[in-house]
Every structure is written in C-alpha cells, then in structure tokens.
C-alpha cells in the first residue's frame, strides 16, 4: 500500500482532530455556533455534513433534525424554537440525504415522508413577482420581473425575492430528488431546478462570479464575492458547460491568494475541488489557520466548514453531484 505524501497526511490528521472536536461539542444531538449558545441549524446542519455518519453523534442529530421539522415540512432557524420556517429547510433536507446510507433503518423508514414535507415547503416559500408595486420595487434595485417559468431562485424566508445563497444550497438539496427519490415528482423537480439554476446563471456578475443577489444595483455592476461565488459554482455542477461557470472559476482562482477567512477558504476548496481545480495551496492556507484544539474559526461551524473542505482535498468531498464526480473520474 502506497504511503500518503506527508502534506496528505497532515491533512487527515487535522481532519480527524477537528471531526473529533465536532463529535464532543454537540448538545443533545444539536451544535450551536459557540457553546453555551442556543442550537442552530446551520451549525447542526454543517457538523453533521463534516462528520459524514462517521460517529455516532450522527444518528442523534438526524433524529433530532426529523423531529424538529415544523408542520409545513421546513425548518426553522433555530430547531425547536417554534419559529417560522426558512431558508435552513434546504441545509435540513441536505444533510439528512447526505447522512441517510450511515442511518438506522429506523430512521431510514420515515424519511420518505420528511423529505415529502421538506420538498413542498422548499417549492412553496418561492412567492411570485407581478403587480406594479412588486415592479417599481424590483426595477429600482436592478431586479428583472418574473413572469410564468421565468428563472426563479430561492429566498431567506417565504415569499421574499430569491438570493444566491439560499438559492444554492436549495439546488443541492433538491437535485437528488429530481432523480428519483421524490415521490413521483421527479419532472416537477427538474423543471424547478432547472429554473432554479437559470437563476443564477442569470445573475452572474459580468466580470464573473456572484454577488448576494443581483449582478447591477442602481444601475451599477456589483461586485462578485469569494463565498457566493463558491456556493452558486457548488450548485452548478451540473451547468458546467455554461460560460458563467466559467467566468465564475476564473474569479474565484483569482480571488484565491488573498483569501483570509477560515469560511472562504472552506467554501472555495469545495467549490473548486468540484470542478477538478488543485487546491493544495488553499487547503495550507487552511490549515495555518487551525487552533490548539484542533478547531478552525470562532465558531463550530467554521470547524465544521474547514473540516469537509479538509475532507475534499483529501478525495472526499460530500457535496460533488454524480454527473460531475463520473466526469472527473473519466
């Protein structure tokens, strides 16, 4: 058996120092952003993507995620909480698919219905942009109107506009559905989705990449940003061939060497590995950012964040859509 470089094994020994940390620090099956705080999905969401069904802490958060799901099958921001739903129903449905093969059958048995639930919220919280006053709003912040099978993204909360974020993690929630674990719904899905990722190829800046929402404000072309761009290329796997894509790497290659945040850095080497792109030099840049305890950041879901990007450059990168990983493979 070939012996892995020193660099990879440097890796995977903070991979594991960090998937330790996470696999310690959750509450009852919940992580918070720092501890003593109250849980989050987000962070939830995160630290079970980075633990992979590795630990047994991950069964207890998938439990706990089924059981918090609110009654119109989304998530709220703060599991628990009696809050209304929103834009985390997309991280729910994700990393519950991604932890699904590690589950008991138990668990397994009643995801049908979670994911039924979850997929209705997701394609009813998108509202519908066509009065006059949705006009003059939409025209004075650069926003094209939308008319029937228009492209159409996903929002932060219910019937709000659509953003890149929200919409990228929707698309990775959602696409494994579209192929055949939806229920019947499989066409309905693809069509969505496939508005969905026109969204964003829509709203490409023009010198590349992805700002939050719109590529021109008041008339001016925005500025793209490190981690939108990486979430939208993430969920555009599939759209590979588009020029935006292209423009989008070429901005985030370039973004690279001045990256700084343990949540860039992450979001990029996940993003690029996606695409076959090296990313040896950012994950050094990552790891000169590890702390004592083996943690990155200031919050457990920077840990969690570093500790998939971590598990990517190593080969492992949950977040590659089947298309894209059969094309790198070939």
Not at 298 to 313: D, F, G, I, R
Request: negative net charge.
């Amino acid at each position: 058996m070939q012996r892995p470089s020193p660099a990879a094994a440097l890796r995977a020994a903070a991979l594991e120092d960090s998937r330790r940390l996470l696999a310690r620090t959750h509450h009852d099956g919940l992580w918070s952003y720092t501890p003593g705080q109250e849980p989050s999905l987000e962070a939830t969401a995160w630290a079970s993507i980075a633990l992979s069904g590795r630990e047994p802490v991950c069964e207890l958060a998938a439990e706990r995620l089924i059981g918090c799901q609110n009654d119109d099958g989304g998530w709220p921001t703060t599991p628990n909480s009696g809050a209304p739903s929103d834009w985390n129903s997309a991280l729910a449905l994700l990393c519950l698919r991604l932890a699904e093969p590690h589950l008991s059958e138990r668990l397994q048995g009643s995801l049908a219905r979670v994911y039924a639930a979850g997929i209705d919220f997701m394609l009813s919280s998108r509202g519908v942009f066509h009065g006059l006053s949705d006009l003059a709003s939409l025209v004075q912040l650069g926003i094209v109107l939308l008319s029937p099978g228009s492209p159409c993204g996903f929002p932060w909360d219910p019937g709000t506009y659509y953003w890149t974020e929200p919409t990228g993690y929707g698309i990775l929630a959602l696409k494994p559905h579209a192929r055949g674990k939806s229920g019947g719904r499989s066409e309905e899905l693809a069509t969505q989705l496939h508005r969905a990722e026109e969204f964003l190829l829509e709203h490409a800046c023009r010198k590349g990449g992805w700002n939050h929402g719109n590529f021109v404000s008041l008339g001016k072309n925005v500025p793209a940003y490190p981690p939108t761009t990486a979430i939208a290329l993430i969920a555009l796997q599939d759209r590979a061939a588009a020029g935006q894509v292209a423009g989008g790497l070429a901005y985030l290659e370039g973004a690279a060497p001045g990256l700084e945040t343990v949540m860039s850095l992450a979001l990029a080497i996940l993003a690029l590995d996606s695409y076959g792109r090296p990313v040896a030099g950012l994950t050094d840049a990552l790891l000169s950012r590890r702390r004592e305890d083996g943690g990155f950041g200031t919050t457990t879901m920077h840990t969690a964040m570093a500790a998939t990007a971590l598990a990517a450059s190593l080969g492992e990168n949950p977040l590659i859509m089947p298309a894209r990983a059969a094309a790198l493979k070939s």
